[in-house]
């Protein structure tokens, strides 16, 4: 049995991990923290935990409980000390995404977790959906020739429209929080580019085999009364060409109830045909050199244990496996260097080069 906790509930994605830890038959949940108990609340409720599991105190709630794993939910510009704590008590992680607020923190923490000898995964939710690994699936295979373009457009009606397990809030509560919510403040790693451009970039790492640009330029709005973007689009230049990442916060409608125009996912180019694979659709449309009209493809059964980041890791730790894919360390790293680049071009409103 692995023992999990849940740390920190700042992302609201908190909830969703601990529902697959509550529900993977090898899992038990053994506390969960937050330095305001109020936030704990529903979690408490929804997995039947006692009030002897519920922390404020983060060592505490580790060294108590004796987690396997440990699931942080923290604030973008925290992650670097969460890490790097839970890394000095031996623990794994799986870090909710966004990887870091820069390079230079991700390396840390890298860092620290391989000084531990544990495992540190970076959970974008994106990674598990069927349509994705199916387009992954199709360019391994060769059936797109090599990758040459990847085009992203992403995002929602906003971090504050939903709750765990995506239920939906009001425009009364988006009004009253966004003053005060960690998501709009600049010093806490807010905004739509460090929340979304990531999923892009370390996706399209993925999709391109690992391939990093050349140089990267980004242009983001500039909301009157707000420390932080809602929308940022990124053009990035590879040797094979200019790849596309925009992200949005502020959708016409959010993708996982209707697609909104233009629709969220990614178009991937290669030298054979292209696919594009949209965030939770149930097909992917797929073009090759023997087959020019873009036709669907059913996706992939998504069998265990790859349905969920939780399953996932417990494979891990279990089998002594090394995390791999947009999850590791290594891959989204570069997807951070991407960010911290596109950050750079869009507070000096430049083209730059790829920050190493």
Not at 169 to 197: C, H, I, M, N
Request: charged letters at 25%.
């Amino acid at each position: 049995m692995i023992r999990v906790c849940g740390i920190n509930f700042d992302h609201m994605h908190m909830g969703d991990n601990l529902r697959m830890a509550h529900d993977h038959p090898d899992v038990e949940i053994v506390g969960v923290c937050d330095e305001d108990t109020s936030r704990v609340r529903s979690a408490v409720s929804k997995f039947g935990l006692s009030e002897d599991a519920v922390y404020t105190d983060w060592r505490r709630c580790i060294e108590e409980s004796r987690p396997d794993l440990v699931i942080l939910c923290p604030a973008t510009g925290r992650h670097r000390e969460y890490v790097e704590g839970v890394a000095a008590l031996g623990v794994h992680v799986l870090l909710e995404k966004p990887f870091a607020s820069n390079v230079a923190e991700a390396d840390a923490m890298t860092q620290a977790m391989r000084d531990a000898g544990r495992l540190l995964a970076i959970n974008w939710p994106l990674a598990w959906v069927p349509s994705h690994r199916t387009a992954k699936r199709l360019i391994d295979a060769g059936a797109i020739g090599e990758v040459r373009e990847v085009r992203f457009y992403d995002g929602n009606r906003g971090p504050l429209w939903h709750l765990a397990d995506k239920v939906e809030t009001s425009p009364e509560f988006v009004a009253e929080e966004k003053g005060r919510s960690w998501w709009y403040q600049r010093a806490s790693g807010g905004g739509s580019l460090l929340d979304y451009l990531g999923y892009g970039t370390t996706l399209g790492t993925w999709f391109l085999g690992g391939a990093t640009p050349v140089e990267v330029t980004c242009v983001t709005d500039e909301p009157t009364g707000l420390e932080v973007d809602e929308h940022a689009i990124v053009v990035a230049r590879y040797a094979s060409g200019l790849c596309k990442f925009e992200t949005r916060w502020g959708t016409f409608t959010d993708p996982w109830t209707h697609q909104p125009q233009p629709k969220c996912g990614f178009v991937i180019v290669g030298s054979g045909g292209t696919i594009s694979s949209y965030d939770y659709e149930e097909i992917v449309m797929l073009q090759t050199r023997g087959r020019p009209d873009a036709h669907p493809v059913p996706v992939d059964p998504v069998e265990p244990p790859f349905q969920d980041p939780v399953q996932y890791m417990v494979a891990c730790i279990t089998s002594g496996g090394d995390v791999e894919g947009p999850l590791s360390p290594e891959v989204s790293r570069a997807g951070q260097q991407i960010v911290d680049s596109a950050v750079l071009s869009a507070r000096e409103k430049r083209t730059v080069s790829l920050l190493p």
